[in-house]
């Protein structure tokens, strides 16, 4: 037995001694190396496990830059080093790498290294290397420069390991079209931040336009990755301020702020945003009254019928029955409404189900409506709960 434990401290003992002056023998081979003959040496120790020879690289390529910077070479052997960190044993070296890789991305240009680094911080994770990614980002994003691999790379960082900060920068960037080819990759990388920046949403919803009011809806509805949460509150606090924009003043639906009304519906449609239930019969009059006005076609005021309806409540089921009953007496003055119109008003409230409805679609039935129409009072009669 202790002939057994003897041999197994040996082995032990000797396999040390033997990594030992094997990581001597590199380091050595690495100082005495050409640039080239670094790189090779960088490679074999790092798949031997060892990342000493890495670190040490890293630290030549530091102290080396202003004399090779422009040396492919150079920049060969510093994108091996950094991508070797990730291959050789870092335990307990994680803090000092990570600030080693930060020297290095700050220094180098390179776009092959920059690329390099930010696949090692995906490793060694630090928030001071999310604060340099972000910061790289937000540079390029004020300067509008092109979108190059690193850039990309950095977005897609972001998107993995980001912050409320990345989140910001990546939608703001998304909105003011400062990459307009790179909007589906941007709400990508956003849309899985968006659920832990609400605040932030919010408060850049009520800083902007009306246009960008409507384009930032548009986007988050659209994104599969932003909850129906964010979507349904952001939606409600745009219309808010819409309808409640100066108290006690009857509510202004004219222009720009009619196209954000009714992506606001949409948007609760969508997301079937309950809580505006209220919120969204107060706007029925507004929007039917620009409607007769000419400002909205007989197409999209279907929809809209539409998209109240499907936030079903007792005042919206008022306001169409009220408005089924309007088009009704208009229709006995030979005064016929769109189809399109009094099909959607008949089917939702049909899909509603409220009782108080019957009285306004049993009367569409005995007027002189098309076929379809009489048809549809005839079948939401039927869907009406009792």
Do not use: H
Not at 194 to 202: C, G, H, R, V
Not at 282 to 296: A, K, V
Not at 317 to 329: P, Q, V
């Amino acid at each position: 037995m202790k002939k057994i434990l003897f041999k197994q401290i040996f082995l032990v003992v000797l396999s040390v001694c033997g990594f030992c002056y094997a990581q001597e023998s590199y380091m050595s081979d690495f100082y005495k190396g050409n640039l080239v003959e670094k790189k090779q040496v960088v490679e074999s120790s790092s798949a031997a496990g060892d990342s000493s020879i890495a670190i040490a690289s890293l630290d030549f390529s530091i102290s080396a830059y202003d004399a090779l910077s422009s040396d492919a070479d150079f920049i060969n052997l510093v994108e091996t080093s950094v991508k070797s960190l990730t291959a050789g044993n870092s335990k307990g070296k994680e803090k000092i790498i990570s600030e080693k890789l930060r020297t290095i991305f700050k220094i180098f240009s390179d776009s092959k290294i920059k690329i390099a680094v930010i696949d090692a911080f995906s490793v060694f994770q630090s928030p001071e290397n999310l604060y340099l990614v972000n910061d790289f980002f937000y540079s390029k994003m004020q300067k509008s420069q092109e979108m190059d691999e690193a850039l990309l790379k950095a977005v897609l960082f972001m998107g993995s390991y980001g912050n409320s900060a990345s989140f910001n920068m990546l939608f703001i960037a998304d909105i003011l079209d400062v990459w307009p080819s790179y909007s589906a990759i941007l709400a990508s990388s956003y849309g899985g931040l968006a659920n832990e920046s609400e605040k932030e949403i919010l408060q850049f919803l009520s800083t902007v336009p009306i246009e960008k009011k409507i384009l930032i809806l548009r986007r988050l509805d659209e994104n599969p990755k932003v909850s129906k949460k964010i979507c349904g509150e952001a939606a409600e606090n745009a219309l808010s301020s819409v309808i409640y924009n100066i108290e006690g003043a009857k509510p202004d639906f004219s222009g720009s702020k009619l196209d954000l009304t009714l992506v606001c519906l949409q948007v609760f449609s969508d997301t079937q945003w309950t809580r505006a239930a209220s919120l969204i019969a107060s706007c029925f009059n507004g929007i039917r009254q620009e409607y007769e006005n000419g400002n909205l076609s007989d197409e999209d005021f279907s929809s809209t019928i539409k998209n109240m309806a499907s936030v079903s409540s007792a005042e919206t089921s008022s306001a169409l029955s009220s408005y089924l009953d309007f088009l009704n007496k208009q229709t006995e003055k030979n005064l016929p409404p769109s189809k399109a119109v009094v099909l959607s008003l008949i089917n939702s409230l049909g899909e509603m189900g409220d009782k108080a409805a019957f009285d306004s679609l049993l009367y569409a039935t005995y007027l002189d409506y098309p076929e379809e129409v009489i048809a549809a009072a005839k079948n939401a009669l039927a869907k009406l709960k009792w």
